[in-house]
């Protein structure tokens, strides 16, 4: 059986229009200063680990994570753990908690919390370069 189609009010049209503005006129938020000197990529030819900046920054070549291979993966995840505040803390039931130490030695062992703390790492790095993009796009 066909279903009807409803035709938009002009009040639901209107309601849509000033959402949409409101949407576009909310600022993005920025990723924190901190964030933007933590190791997100490496340069193009693949020799160094470049900063979230370096990798936001158009005029700098560097690969898109989806580019790295596992090693460079895992060897940013562990950077990123080592250079966190000393504060870095996860609690998993199970495995207790796990220091800013430990979690550098899962990842380079590339133990199953390792791998998960690096899935993490990556996740972040994807979530700060998007925001990033975002807010560099709102600038302009």
Do not use: W, Y
């Not at 938009?8 to 000033?18: D, E, G, I, N, R």
């Not at 030819?45 to 580019?67: F, H, I, N, W, Y």
Request: aromatic fraction near 2%.
């Amino acid at each position: 059986m066909p279903r009807s189609k409803k035709k938009a009010t002009p009040a639901k049209s209107a309601a849509l229009v000033a959402r949409s503005a409101q949407e576009a006129a909310t600022p993005i938020v920025a990723v924190g200063k901190s964030e933007l000197d933590l190791p997100a990529g490496f340069t193009a030819d693949g020799s160094c680990m470049a900063t979230l900046r370096e990798v936001l920054d158009p005029k700098v070549p560097t690969r898109a994570l989806r580019q790295l291979s596992e090693d460079h993966r895992f060897d940013l995840a562990a950077k990123r753990i080592e250079m966190s505040p000393e504060t870095f803390r996860l609690v998993i039931p199970g495995h207790g908690t796990i220091d800013k130490v430990r979690g550098v030695a899962e990842v380079r062992d590339r133990s199953r919390i390792g791998r998960h703390l690096a899935e993490l790492q990556c996740l972040a790095i994807n979530r700060a370069t998007k925001l990033g993009k975002l807010a560099r796009r709102q600038e302009r």
